[in-house]
Structure formats: structure tokens, C-alpha cells
């Protein structure tokens, strides 16, 4: 039972362009919500995150959005850069228990 | 000085073993997990761990066992490994104040091969 659903396995933008990235979830319980990222045998960091009371959150080039009634959050990264290429993980939280979804690639090419 | 450590980055052992993996933490943190990422690259929650609860994830196998000497250190313990147990595993932490909840930080990661 997945709780936390990328579809998206990966996504391929073009320098200078915008990237999207789509998360859906099914928990009800989820009150706050986090995106990860992880570059090749390291760990995942944080990058932004949105309360369930917002929807939407900004940090630079990247910008949060939260539907509750659709269950569904995205991140929007502007302008996308050839570093940003990594794997984004959503994650929702429960109080205690952070879940993520099964992550996307994003490569940004030059 | 790394935030979240795990030892070993690497191991390697025969099936029937029993190993351990350690994760300390230097952020004053109160509540620390255990990750799974498997060959499908699902980022997976394997135990949340504070001073006061054990949760346990229902999907995990019971030769997996947490054990917490102090608030900076979760061990994973596996007894009697499976070839499904190749993962690689990802110990994190975090500061969990009343409904203020704080990222999680993640260790590099220990990738366990089960020959």
C-alpha cells in the first residue's frame, strides 16, 4: 500500500526551463509534507517543505504547491540548472513517520 | 564533522549471517529511523525511534531489531540474512518538538550485499 505515489519515474527538462515534479498521496493523517534529493551514493537532503495549513511554499528557484482536496503536491523548480539533475523524493509525514514515494529522476541537459 | 555517520559504508556477507550496521548522530536529535532503498530505488521506512516509542514498520521481517544504547546511536541489527536484504540502508534523524517537527537529516548510506 503506497501512501506516497511519484508516477513520474523520470522526467527530462531542458537548462533554463522549468521542471515539475508531481506527487499524489493517499494518508489523510499526512499534515506536513517534504522534498528530498539525492545525488548517486549519498545521502538524501533536504530542499523545501509545506505545512498541510499552506499551499504553497517558496525558497529561490524552488516553489511548493499543495492541493489537499486532491491529495496532491508539486515542486516547481525555476529556472531548472545541470546540478539540479538528481532524484526528488516527496515525502509525507505523520507525526513520527516520514513515508516517501519511489522518487524521480530529473536530468536538466545543458 | 558529518551530522549523521553509519558504519559500515559497505559490507558484504554470506547468506545465514547476522550483522549489524551503526548510525550515530551528532545534532541533538531526539527521534532517529531506519531507511530501506531497495533495487527499485523505493525510499522505505524501517523504524522510528525516540526515547520514549518504537514504531515499527508491519512490513519489516522480525530478524531486523533496532537497539538504542543513547539518544545519539541507533543500531540495525539483521539476523540470519536473506538475498532480499541487498538494499542499501539509510539511517536518519530528527528534532521533534510538540507539533514542531524539524527535517529529517540523512547518514550516506551502508550498501548490504547478501551473496
Known amino acids: 500500500d503506497q501512501q506516497v505515489k511519484q508516477n513520474s519515474p523520470s522526467l527530462s527538462v531542458q537548462e533554463g526551463r522549468i521542471s515539475i515534479l508531481n506527487c499524489d498521496y493517499t494518508n489523510s493523517m499526512f499534515d506536513y509534507f517534504l522534498w528530498y534529493k539525492k545525488y548517486p551514493a549519498e545521502g538524501p537532503t533536504f530542499l523545501i517543505s509545506i505545512s498541510s495549513i499552506k499551499d504553497k511554499n517558496e525558497d529561490g528557484r524552488f516553489t511548493v504547491f499543495l492541493n489537499k482536496s486532491a491529495k496532491h503536491l508539486s515542486l516547481h523548480i525555476v529556472p531548472s540548472q545541470p546540478g539540479d539533475s538528481a532524484v526528488y523524493f516527496c515525502?509525507?509525514?505523520?507525526?513520527?513517520?516520514?513515508?516517501f514515494g519511489g522518487g524521480t529522476r530529473l536530468m536538466v541537459k545543458p | 564533522d558529518t551530522a549523521v555517520s553509519q558504519t559500515p559504508k559497505y559490507l558484504v556477507t554470506q547468506m545465514g549471517n547476522d550483522k549489524s550496521i551503526k548510525c550515530e548522530q551528532n545534532l541533538g536529535h531526539d527521534t532517529m529511523y531506519w531507511y530501506k532503498q531497495d533495487s527499485k530505488k523505493f525510499l522505505k521506512i524501517m523504524f522510528s525511534y525516540n526515547n520514549k516509542e518504537l514504531i515499527i514498520n508491519e512490513t519489516v521481517p522480525n530478524r531486523f531489531s533496532p537497539k538504542s544504547p543513547d539518544k545519539a546511536h541507533l543500531n540495525l541489527h539483521i539476523n540470519s540474512l536473506e538475498l532480499g536484504d541487498s538494499a542499501v540502508y539509510f539511517c536518519?534523524?530528527?528534532?521533534?518538538?510538540?507539533?514542531?517537527?524539524?527535517?529529517?537529516?540523512f547518514g550516506e548510506g551502508s550498501r548490504l550485499t547478501v551473496l
Open positions: 536518519a534523524s530528527r528534532r521533534i518538538s510538540g507539533s514542531e517537527r524539524e527535517e529529517l537529516f
Open positions: 515525502g509525507g509525514d505523520a507525526g513520527n513517520m516520514l513515508t
